[in-house]
């Protein structure tokens, strides 16, 4: 090995000198890793909930909550841009009626290879019964040969037959068996194990100290004459009030970090999109963060889904939010959403991008972020004048170089 500080391929043993004449080692420099937290998935913290409020205004069709939780004294710690994983319990009500599908009483024991439980533990807190898994739809079509489930099973279309299954729950694929149905132990084979619901943290650890802030949109529709809902989020809003317990995990998003603190962000989050985007801003805030930061945000009304409305007002005021363009879709005949105030401001947009800025999105991966991207495009092609392939490379190296990040769901 060459020696630079001797310019000889030697090396010089500089070893201390023991007193006795014999030399030691010099120890081993080691590195220190931050400690795991034991808190995961499959050991969720049992955290509680300091507040569940409506955001939404009356009259809106739309039911947004904010809801507040303490991480106590679990040593949980996050970034923003982080998400939180939520432990969901199903509809006491429906597994009420599951269990009386199948003509049990909830009490009976179910033993697998790790746990003994109750079935009606097993249908609240072990098992998916909100959405009927692809499993269940094939057993009930080979007992029953209903025709509209088996020409979709026999088509072989997942994603036709996974939009049929969306709107329906376990129960009402057991009603399709008019005769005796299965057994706790034949049904619960078919099912799927019940999921964590993944959220965007809209909270900063340097502001919200020991909380986790989450704003979540409540899932309810009415089907075949019944009432339905997100499992997680009708849980949270209907049965979470303060000092309820909820299990919960931090779900790391290193794909989706605030840059360095001189350096500008945009950030476009429609509806509940603004969750991370809050928390964004308000670590820039704590941090005296000297980066520029734009913020496209939309909804359906101005009166009542301006999510955080005198945050995001008063950050406008004191200068930390640059520039604020809104998209309030229903309050004009012509809708306007955030991919058309992003087009209306195309040439300051692409000169952000051209001086470093970083560009975020999070919501509906559905529609909005491929809207948002087209848009993106678009700009970048018109503005750098570089056609139709040049802005597909500008954007790829963009999204290469860690400058286009995306939370979509």
Request: proline share 6%.
């Amino acid at each position: 090995m060459y020696d630079a500080s001797t310019g000889s391929g030697l090396s010089l043993d500089i070893s201390p000198i023991d007193p006795s004449g014999s030399t030691t080692a010099a120890p081993e420099r080691r590195r220190t890793r931050p400690a795991r937290s034991p808190w995961n998935r499959r050991n969720p913290y049992p955290a509680t909930v300091v507040a569940n409020t409506v955001m939404s205004g009356p009259g809106s069709a739309k039911e947004v909550r904010h809801v507040e939780i303490s991480l106590g004294d679990s040593g949980i710690t996050y970034e923003p841009g982080d998400g939180i994983g939520i432990a969901p319990v199903n509809d006491p009500a429906l597994v009420d009626l599951v269990i009386e599908r199948l003509g049990a009483t909830g009490e009976e024991i179910i033993a697998d290879r790790k746990a003994t439980y109750t079935l009606r533990e097993a249908l609240t807190t072990r098992y998916e019964i909100g959405t009927p898994s692809k499993f269940l739809a094939r057993a009930v079509a080979e007992r029953t040969g209903h025709p509209e489930l088996t020409r979709l099973i026999e088509a072989g279309d997942p994603q036709a037959l996974d939009a049929w299954l969306s709107a329906r729950d376990v129960l009402d694929l057991l009603n399709l068996d008019t005769g005796p149905t299965f057994t706790p132990e034949e049904l619960l084979e078919e099912l799927s194990p019940l999921a964590h619901r993944e959220y965007s943290i809209s909270s900063s650890p340097a502001v919200h100290d020991g909380r986790v802030h989450i704003t979540m949109a409540t899932v309810r529709y009415d089907f075949d004459g019944r009432e339905r809902g997100g499992v997680c989020s009708t849980h949270i809003a209907d049965r979470c009030a303060p000092g309820d317990t909820v299990n919960v995990f931090i779900t790391p998003n290193k794909s989706f970090r605030l840059p360095d603190d001189d350096v500008a962000i945009i950030m476009i989050g429609p509806g509940t999109g603004i969750a991370p985007f809050r928390g964004f801003l308000h670590h820039r805030a704590a941090s005296g963060s000297t980066g520029q930061n734009w913020l496209f945000f939309g909804d359906q009304h101005r009166d009542t889904d301006y999510l955080y409305a005198d945050e995001l007002d008063s950050f406008v005021t004191d200068g930390l939010l640059d520039r604020l363009d809104l998209a309030f879709s229903r309050d004009q005949e012509h809708k306007i959403y955030v991919q058309d105030r992003m087009r209306e401001n195309g040439a300051d947009l692409f000169g952000w991008l051209e001086a470093g800025a970083h560009l975020y999105v999070c919501g509906d991966a559905t529609t909005m972020a491929g809207d948002v991207d087209a848009a993106l495009h678009e700009i970048v092609a018109e503005h750098g004048d570089l056609g139709p392939d040049g802005a597909r490379d500008y954007v790829e190296a963009l999204r290469s170089a860690g400058r286009y990040q995306r939370d979509v769901y």
